[in-house]
């Protein structure tokens, strides 16, 4: 009752005058005390009507799950579409056919990109709900590969890729797995308790970085690369820019300055960072180094 009071801006009248009118159209509806309504099994709701603007979304969210095509989601998703396809009226049916002529997906060649496993998301996603300790074998970014058990808590987008939220039964302490780093995995079938205190909730506690951590950095921006960053600065903490002479004054918030020196330092004399002085350090080390390596080479 609640979710449905809040879901649409109702009151609770509302509801319960909306639940009636439904009943009294002859609509099997039940009701559970302390659990809420339900409709009764074995009942058959008419076919759904979408408008325009939600079949679109669906069907954009078709392209959008493109790079997980051949996975078991992917391959999910598009058995849901056509059921829900099979059911629209002919015009609908015309409309997304249409839009989907209409729409491409590209996807640009990355010999380095890491593939996730075509059927890890889903067996991921069971072994969440049934909160089942799994066993990974996980490949670090310094390549060295570990194995360890953990207890999934939820599936987290970073970027554009996907990691797994969990708590490490080898580190005892909450970390943090990208899916494509995933080689091998299976399922203990044991069950970890709810009652342990592992929770998502918590694991975004303790992982939100405190305001202390954050470093903010004033950089310029040549003109000439502006364009050439708009898809990457917010990875580096962007809050804000303005126009200034010859380009633009952009203000980072981040807490990890080493990894906004190396992606800065990428463009050259055309990206300048004005402060604070422990990043232009930083920077400097960097430059030292790569001057070192190819007066040796």
Same mark, same amino acid.
């Given at each position: +009752?609640?979710? &449905? +009071?809040?879901?649409? *801006?109702?009151?609770?009248?509302?509801?319960?005058?909306?639940?009636?009118?439904?009943?009294?159209a002859g609509i099997p509806i039940g009701h559970? /005390? #302390?659990k809420g309504y339900f409709i009764v099994p074995g009942y !058959? $709701?008419? /076919?759904?009507?979408?408008?325009?603007?939600?079949?679109?979304?669906l069907v954009s969210a078709g392209f959008f799950l493109k790079e997980w095509g051949n996975t078991s989601t992917g391959r999910a998703y598009q058995s849901a579409l056509e059921?829900?396809?099979?059911?629209?009226?002919?015009?609908?049916?015309?409309?997304?056919?249409?839009?989907?002529?209409? +729409? #491409?997906?590209?996807q640009w060649p990355d010999v380095t990109a890491l593939h996730p496993d075509p059927d890890i998301f889903l067996f991921l996603q069971q %072994? &969440?709900?049934?909160?089942?300790?799994?066993? $990974?074998?996980?490949?670090?970014?310094d390549e060295k590969k570990t194995r360890r058990d953990v207890e999934p808590l939820g599936l987290i987008m970073i970027g554009e890729s996907w990691y797994l939220a969990a708590w490490c039964r080898l580190r005892r302490d909450y970390r943090i797995f990208k899916i494509e780093r995933?080689? %091998?995995? *299976?399922?203990? @079938?044991?069950?970890? /308790?709810?009652?342990? #205190?592992?929770?998502?909730?918590?694991?975004?506690?303790?992982?939100?970085?405190? @305001? =202390? *951590?954050?470093?903010?950095? =004033?950089?310029?921006?040549? *003109?000439? &690369?502006? /364009?050439?960053i708009e898809s990457s600065k917010r990875y580096y903490g962007w809050q804000s820019e303005k126009e200034v002479n010859g380009g633009k004054e952009m203000t980072f918030k981040t807490y990890a300055p080493d990894a906004f020196c190396?992606?800065?330092?990428?463009? #050259?004399?055309?990206?300048?960072?004005?402060?604070? %002085?422990?990043?232009?350090?930083? !920077? =400097?080390?960097? %430059?030292?180094? &790569?001057?070192?390596?190819?007066?040796?080479?």
């Open positions: +009752m609640v979710e &449905i +009071m809040k879901r649409f *801006s109702v009151s609770e009248r509302t509801v319960f005058r909306d639940l009636s009118a439904l009943q009294e559970d /005390p #302390g !058959l $709701l008419p /076919p759904v009507l979408f408008s325009h603007e939600e079949s679109a979304a059921k829900i396809k099979s059911v629209l009226k002919q015009k609908e049916k015309e409309f997304i056919s249409s839009l989907e002529q209409q +729409m #491409g997906y590209i %072994a &969440i709900v049934r909160r089942h300790v799994l066993t $990974l074998s996980y490949c670090r970014m995933i080689k %091998a995995y *299976s399922d203990t @079938n044991v069950t970890f /308790p709810s009652e342990n #205190g592992h929770s998502l909730a918590e694991f975004y506690e303790v992982a939100k970085p405190d @305001n =202390k *951590s954050f470093v903010t950095i =004033k950089a310029f921006i040549s *003109s000439r &690369i502006v /364009p050439h190396r992606w800065i330092i990428a463009w #050259g004399s055309s990206a300048k960072v004005l402060e604070p %002085a422990s990043v232009k350090d930083c !920077l =400097k080390v960097l %430059a030292g180094e &790569i001057r070192e390596y190819y007066e040796k080479h």
